[in-house]
């Protein structure tokens, strides 16, 4: 009887092994741009026919392809591209410029801007359209690639995504946040950024924000702060989809129903119970912190059904 069920058993793995078979190729594809080689994980579906292409923008900070940064591990773009291949959707995800600069390129560090990120942007989209492979190209950025993704899509792609994009610019952002974490800076924060927004560098400012406001970070902030996502929305000619979660602690709805209400092509999707990485929270704030180190949290279904449909109604 051991014996008879041993082969049963081993049927079964058997079986669910050849299920679990990938249908789809995963390449590595490095990207030339004039910053630097953007270098990603492209996946294909096997098939004869074309079909649309996601190139997922990451969002601030070192981030690589997955989502993850040294700190913090949840793979929440992984799960999402394989997610969305289960589908014959394709997707390319890659490393964030700065994870390709070696601790001797300071040059290139302290001259980084926001603007950098939106031409290596459009370089990866014509990189993709040169190759004619694809039926559509969707542009989908998360978080603060969603303001990356709305510019660079521009007269360049046949959709955007905006995945827990800010609705507001970030000096407006960044005011509210430091209101909720610690309300005796605010007036400080409020001071910078006004200096920071007229062109100006700030020199002497609390220690506290450093973080924040060190003079490395300072160009790239003024740069940053000149784009209103609302009034970048509103160029885009092409549909829109506009997602964003009920427990995300870094962007609020009020950000996604700003991004709706500036362009008439957009279509406003709220997820209950899903947080900035995509993942189910139903506790409390320990909860919601604790999902963006844990890399084996899955990301929720309903983002995926959603973001299908969308692409099906624009094929």
């Keep these: 009887m051991k014996y008879k069920i041993n082969i049963i058993i081993f049927s079964l793995i058997s079986f669910l092994s050849f ?3 990938k249908n789809y190729t995963e390449l590595d594809v490095s990207i030339p741009t004039e910053s630097v080689t953007i270098k990603g994980t ?9 079909t649309s292409l996601i190139i997922l923008i990451p969002g601030s900070g070192p981030t690589d392809r997955d989502g993850n940064n040294s700190m913090l591990k949840n793979n929440s773009l992984k799960y999402l591209a394989e997610g969305l ?4 959707i ?3 995800r890659f490393d964030k410029s700065v994870l390709s600069y070696s601790k001797g390129d300071t040059q ?3 001259s980084l801007i926001f603007d950098v990120f ?3 942007a459009k370089t990866i989209i014509n990189y993709f359209k040169k190759t004619e492979a694809y039926s559509k190209i969707i542009v989908a950025g998360h978080s603060q690639g969603s303001l990356v993704g709305i510019i660079a899509s521009k007269n360049n792609a046949d959709g955007f995504i905006s995945l827990a994009g800010a609705g507001r610019t970030i000096d407006e952002v960044l005011i509210e946040q430091i209101e909720k974490q610690a309300p005796i800076l605010k007036d400080e924060t409020i001071k910078i950024l006004t200096e920071l927004k007229k062109g100006n560098t700030v020199n002497e400012f609390n220690p506290m924000l450093i973080s924040l406001f060190n003079k490395q970070v300072q160009p790239f902030l003024m740069s940053w702060i000149k784009y209103n996502p609302q009034t ?3 160029k885009l000619t092409i549909p829109i989809l506009i997602i964003q979660g009920t427990k995300d602690i870094q962007v609020s709805n ?3 129903e700003l991004l709706h209400r500036a362009n008439k092509n957009s279509q406003l999707k709220i997820i209950k119970n899903m947080n900035h990485l995509f993942k189910e929270i139903k506790g409390d704030l320990s909860e919601n912190m604790g999902s963006y180190s844990n890399p084996n949290l899955p990301i929720m279904k309903e983002l995926i059904a959603i973001i299908v449909t969308f692409i099906n109604e624009i094929e």
């Design 118 to 120: 939106i031409d290596e």
């Design 90 to 92: 394709s997707t390319f």
């Design 232 to 234: 970048e929305l509103k």
């Design 108 to 110: 290139k560090i302290d």
């Design 42 to 50: 492209l996946l294909k579906p096997y098939s004869e026919k074309k």
């Design 19 to 21: 299920g679990q078979e």
């Design 85 to 88: 291949i289960a589908h014959n």
């Design 254 to 256: 009020l950000d996604a």
